[in-house]
């Protein structure tokens, strides 16, 4: 699981609870859940895998292992039982707004994740959604041309990627 977005979930945000979950959650941002962002708490010590995740404000902890292990690293929130925890913070992403989960600059998810990962524009990589080598790209037009032709028009936009 690649750059996803899961707010607004009544539980737990990302669950592995079925025997043998094993995977990857990378940048993703985890926010405004009922309860754990992430938990991986599997019977059969599966093994979650979560890099350059935003996991925070939820109703519960950020991380959480519980007879399955989360190797948690460069990822923002609180942990419980979590595995590894390189590069992990706790502290106040610096959403925009509480429906806009660009990081603001100057947040400490800004160039604070996993440093073998590039953002598009070459830098190391942000936490959360809109970080990370697969980040979605946004076009952000600046300037519309439009020009009368018979009884058509003819548009042209100009456009620079916005992540
Ligand atoms: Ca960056």
Not at 39 to 61: F, H, L, M, W
Not at 82 to 103: K, M
Request: with cysteine; net charge negative.
């Amino acid at each position: 699981m690649r750059n996803c977005l899961i707010t607004a979930c009544s539980q737990v945000g990302i669950l592995a609870a079925t025997a043998g979950d094993n995977g990857l959650v990378q940048n993703c941002t985890i926010t405004y859940n009922g309860s754990y962002g992430v938990e991986a708490r599997s019977d059969a010590n599966g093994t979650i895998t979560v890099s350059n995740c935003i996991a925070r404000p939820n109703g519960n902890n950020g991380f959480y292992g519980y007879r399955s292990t989360c190797n948690l690293s460069y990822s923002n929130g609180s942990t419980v039982w979590t595995a590894g925890n390189q590069g992990v913070i706790d502290i106040d992403p610096q959403f925009v707004s509480n429906t806009d989960y660009h990081i603001s600059q100057g947040s400490p998810c800004w160039d604070t994740g996993n440093p073998s990962l590039q953002d598009p524009d070459g830098s190391r990589s942000d936490m959360g959604y809109f970080g990370g080598p697969d980040c979605p790209i946004y076009p952000t037009v600046f300037e519309i041309t439009i020009t009368p032709n018979g009884s058509n028009i003819n548009l042209e936009a100009k456009a620079r990627a916005n992540y």
